[in-house]
Nanobody, 123 residues
Framework: QVQLVESGGGLVQAGGSLRLSCAVS????????MGWFRQAPGKEREFVAA????????RYADSVKGRFTISRDNAKNTGYLEMNSLKPEDTAVYYC????????????????WGQGTQVTVSS
């Protein structure tokens, strides 16, 4: 059974930075394309970023492009989301996900999910 565990969330002021981590256990992380999603209170879960198995191909939501960077270290079975220039509207629970499907922004195509980590950006 594959397990994903996020860490690195917290409270930060607008303009600040955070780095989220996603530790993968149960299978080698290089088996999966990985993605990050987020869900703010009262809103639907939305795509943030995705990264291919080898880390070369990436996709970003327009709202985070140029501010967030997705990466992975398969030797450590860990994925990362570097978040810079954070805005109050980035406040949400952030979820790591893994898929055996092609690189995708569609949450329904992800097979495995972490429990989420809270990111709060104060103004």
């Amino acid at each position: 059974q594959v397990q994903l565990v996020e860490s690195g969330g917290g409270l930060v002021q607008a303009g600040g930075s955070l780095r989220l981590s996603c530790a993968v256990s149960g299978r080698t992380s290089s088996t999966y394309n990985m993605g990050w999603f987020r869900q703010a209170p009262g809103k639907e879960r939305e795509f943030v970023a995705a990264c291919s198995r080898n880390g070369i191909n990436t996709r970003y939501a327009d709202s985070v492009k140029g501010r967030f960077t997705i990466s992975r270290d398969n030797a450590k079975n860990t994925g990362y989301l570097e978040m810079n220039s954070l805005k109050p509207e980035d406040t949400a629970v952030y979820y790591c996900a893994a898929t055996t499907n092609v690189l995708t922004a569609t949450s329904e195509e992800y097979n495995y999910w972490g429990q989420g980590t809270q990111v709060t950006v104060s103004s």
